[in-house]
């Protein structure tokens, strides 16, 4: 009694291959990238326009407290969008090089290669989700009193 694992292809494989590839795996990411970077480039020319606004028309106590509040918005936002970004290249020159080098999908001369790449791809993406807690911890005083109110204060038993 044995099971055996084995691939059977199509005879228009690479067509098949080529399609899904270029619209799933490369298509689809890169148009989320490109939403990502132009929205957190609205976001933070929006949150300057505002900054500027309520400069003008709230007292000038307030509006150096609001100001100073935009500026750490933005850079929280920019501070993850720059993540995203660093952990995202890797894997668009990898799917990149995939689509390019048909040796490196599954039965080609370099698809071990192509294993170890995506090895690589989950860690960056582990990585680009794990940072995210500790730089919303370090600019957000919200998020900090929400995660101690959680995690810290919420454990202790009181008597």
């Known amino acids: 009694n044995k099971t055996v694992l084995g691939l059977i292809f199509r005879d228009d494989k690479e067509l098949v291959e080529m399609f899904t590839f270029t619209v799933n795996i490369f298509f689809i990411p890169l148009c989320a990238f490109v ?6 480039a609205i976001l933070s020319s929006q949150l300057h326009t505002n900054s500027q606004w309520r400069k003008t028309t709230v007292i000038a106590s307030q509006g150096h407290k609001i100001t100073i509040r935009n500026k750490k918005v933005a850079k929280m936002v920019v501070s993850i969008f720059t993540l ?25 001369k370099y698809f071990n290669a192509s294993k170890i790449m995506c090895g690589c791809i989950f860690i960056l993406e582990g990585i680009n989700s794990s940072v995210n ?9 919200k998020y900090r009193q929400a995660f101690h109110t959680m995690f810290i204060i919420g454990n202790v038993h009181t008597t």
């Open 84 to 108: 995203f970004i660093s952990c995202f290249v890797p894997t668009a020159i990898i799917m990149l090089a995939m689509a390019l080098v048909p040796d490196i999908m599954i039965g080609g």
């Open 35 to 40: 939403i990502i970077a132009i929205c957190t």
């Open 133 to 141: 807690i500790f730089i919303y911890y370090n600019m957000s005083t």
